[in-house]
């Protein structure tokens, strides 16, 4: 069963891949948590669930979903709802959540998956089909997830809300809480032209409320070839906008659970653990920021 | 295309097919199309290990961005996608060029199938009943994992000269060569030992026997039914079965009265 952390310091993880494996067994790391792919777990049984089990053991655990789609007009699929809800069970995971994303549909009359986070637009029927189908997951792992806001590669026709708006109404009518990506944030204002990036996600952060933040999530890409999309690829080290961005985010949501995320081109162990520790450095300048400015708030 | 109940389908078709969908952002569509190839190229890898090796990586792309038009993925989980592969490889030009290509593929299947199912424990307490005097009127549990696999090629040559590295694969290359050469078939077995996947090659009369088992014969019948056929003697059941327990070929004993 996984301990959950009593850490009066901001928790941060690392997103846990097949090659190391044998390093997080291996030797005690100063990491809060770290977080798995769920479909890598669904497994009945055999060595990659037993070392989850061990990890899980000595570590919290976050089931981080890639493909229940959550914003699929065709419904969340039952099975995979199933092998969620048996590997929760077995796990007893510190955070569970997936993507503001649809997955599947009926294509001629055939039910397919696009094995992909495919954008959905922001609008009152979407809002509904979310609403319907994130309540449905809580109510069969009997427990709060989060939705992660996503970096998209074309835009869907249809939204009449933004992005922010759209996820803060979710947040209110499931009772979920939001996994904020700051890397998407980056990727989606770089491909959709934004000139000051920076900016751009400091603006999308202020207009969350800090109470539905519940995980941020932070990554590197490869950059974009020219004329080309930013691709959100997981496989470099964390951007200085946003570093920036999550030092911003700190201020305004407090000591929230924080993962690097490293899914291709994976590096060392230490280098993970280099951007771990980085992470928590921001994050106590940010808190101790916060603190101070507090301070001075004061009324003498 | 406004509703999301169209655009949903309408970009998932877009994205399975290869034509130009002048309704979606083309940069946009490509991205989404290159990251279904390469999901689907690296689970096949996962999955198909050994067809990866055989093919190379030019026709081992080309053959899973075929297969995902064929057989689209239905669930979620990249890891259940690929049961059919197998057969698709055998109406594939490919299976032409390598005619053992489909088995080395349900051997694959297998194998990653068996690193999913449920751990399974020895019953040591059924396994005493063995001793009883009408203990032939029982059966034996077989692993519920294991699978048999009869086949024309050598599979079991090709198989392990695929899962080693370094100078011994060039002796097992050319061991599995001169089988291919001379038309050896071979029947396995593939297993779960604890975590670890086991493969062995059988004769025909420990397949006849393990099929037995499994169809839960009793043992009395099942030595009758072995004892017909022309290389029964290949077959000790005495130094067989603590090595199927050993092993967890066998996992327990079934009495007559808890079938």
Request: charged share 20%.
């Amino acid at each position: 069963m996984s301990r959950t952390w009593f850490s009066d310091r901001t928790p941060v993880g690392i997103g846990l891949r097949h090659v190391h494996y044998h390093d997080a067994l291996a030797a005690p790391a100063d990491i809060d948590f770290f977080e798995v792919h769920s479909e890598n777990f669904f497994a009945r049984g055999g060595a990659t669930l037993g070392v989850l089990e061990e990890v899980a053991g000595r570590y919290p655990v976050s089931l981080h979903g890639t493909s229940l789609g959550l914003g699929s007009v065709a419904g969340i699929s039952p099975r995979h709802l199933d092998s969620l809800v048996q590997l929760a069970d077995r796990i007893s995971p510190a955070l569970i959540s997936d993507h503001a994303a649809f997955g599947q549909g009926v294509v001629g009359e055939q039910l397919v998956h696009a094995g992909d986070l495919l954008p959905i637009a922001f609008n009152e029927s979407m809002l509904q089909v979310m609403t319907e189908n994130v309540l449905q997951v809580q109510e069969r792992l009997g427990r709060q997830i989060l939705v992660e806001n996503l970096s998209a590669y074309l835009e869907p026709p249809g939204s009449t809300l933004t992005e922010t708006e759209f996820l803060t109404e979710l947040a209110e009518r499931s009772g979920c809480r939001l996994l904020v990506d700051i890397n998407n944030l980056a990727v989606n204002a770089v491909n959709t032209g934004i000139e000051n990036v920076a900016v751009s996600i400091k603006q999308w952060l202020d207009q969350i409320p800090a109470t539905h933040v519940g995980e941020i999530h932070l990554a590197g890409c490869t950059p974009a070839q020219p004329g080309g999309l930013v691709i959100d690829d997981h496989s470099q080290k964390v951007s200085d906008t946003v570093w920036d961005g999550y030092h911003h985010a700190i201020t305004r949501f407090g000591q929230v659970p924080t993962l690097i995320e490293w899914d291709t081109q994976l590096p060392e162990w230490q280098v993970l653990l280099n951007e771990a520790n980085k992470a928590r450095r921001i994050a106590e300048k940010a808190c101790n920021a916060l603190s101070e400015n507090s301070f001075q708030e004061q009324p003498v | 295309m406004t509703l999301c109940s169209d655009f949903q389908p309408g970009l998932l078709s877009a994205i399975l097919d290869d034509s130009d969908h002048h309704e979606f952002d083309r940069r946009g569509l490509e991205a989404y199309r290159r990251n279904l190839e390469a999901n689907a190229r690296r689970a096949l890898a996962i999955s198909f290990p050994v067809v990866h090796q055989l093919l190379g990586e030019t026709r081992f792309a080309d053959a899973c961005r075929q297969y995902l038009r064929h057989s689209p993925l239905v669930a979620g989980d990249w890891a259940e996608w690929g049961d059919s592969f197998p057969e698709w490889l055998e109406l594939s030009g490919l299976s032409e060029q390598l005619p053992y290509l489909p088995d080395m593929a349900r051997l694959d299947w297998f194998s990653h199938q068996l690193g999913r199912t449920e751990d399974t424990q020895l019953n040591f307490e059924s396994l005493q009943q063995l001793s009883a005097s009408n203990a032939g009127a029982g059966h034996l549990v077989i692993n519920p994992a294991l699978r048999l696999l009869v086949s024309e090629y050598p599979v079991h040559s090709i198989w392990l000269a695929h899962n080693v590295e370094g100078s011994e694969q060039q002796a097992l290359l050319t061991q599995a060569g001169k089988k291919l050469q001379d038309r050896a078939g071979e029947t396995v077995i593939i297993w779960r030992k604890h975590w670890r996947t086991e493969i062995r090659a059988v004769s025909s009369a420990e397949q006849v026997w393990i099929e037995c088992q499994q169809r839960k014969v009793n043992i009395d019948q099942s030595f009758e039914d072995l004892s017909q056929r022309e290389d029964s003697h290949s077959f000790q059941f005495e130094s067989w079965l603590p090595d199927a327990i050993e092993n967890h070929i066998v996992i327990g004993y079934a009495a007559p009265e808890n079938d």
